[in-house]
């Protein structure tokens, strides 16, 4: 692995790459016409980071970390009367467990390329805080449907990346 200009290991990846990727993303949702009406979103917040950092558990959430376990690139916590959407690429976990801990570890130590691990409120399309975000990579779709109060997420996937 690389360091970063702080010292920190980093995961590598091609940046050209990044950007083609963020590139046809971008392109698909202009040619799909789609609708940002069920568009949630992530909002900073160095609290959030800072209640991850120390283990904080908020109740009345579930908890899924994304990736594999010895390589998680982010964890959420997610309020119990939504349902998650992506449970394909996101694992379940109890957070009374130790697992929270070493996500959180492996999430903070082992960053993205020149990226760190930030906090976020996820929110619905009225802004409404949801849950919990904590990651290195540089954001994520966020798509709620109040009615059905589901919600999924989707990110870059830099475990795929071949140079990583």
């Not at 109890?94 to 409120?121: N, T």
């Amino acid at each position: 692995m690389k360091n970063s200009p702080n010292g920190k290991p980093v995961r590598s990846n091609n940046i050209f790459m990044m950007i083609g990727r963020m590139s046809a993303l971008c392109g698909l949702l202009l040619l799909g016409g789609c609708s940002t009406a069920n568009y949630g979103g992530l909002k900073r917040s160095q609290e959030v980071a800072q209640a991850f950092e120390t283990y904080h558990v908020f109740e009345d959430h579930r908890y899924y970390y994304l990736n594999q376990e010895n390589n998680p690139f982010a964890v959420i916590a997610l309020q119990n009367d939504y349902t998650f959407t992506g449970k394909n690429l996101w694992q379940q976990f109890d957070p009374h467990s130790d697992m929270l801990k070493k996500i959180v570890d492996l999430v903070e130590g082992f960053p993205v390329y020149y990226s760190r691990a930030y906090g976020s409120y996820i929110t619905d399309p009225q802004g409404k805080r949801i849950g919990y975000w904590y990651s290195s990579l540089p954001g994520a779709g966020v798509t709620v449907d109040n009615e059905t109060r589901t919600v999924s997420i989707s990110t870059e996937t830099p475990w795929l990346w071949d140079d990583y």
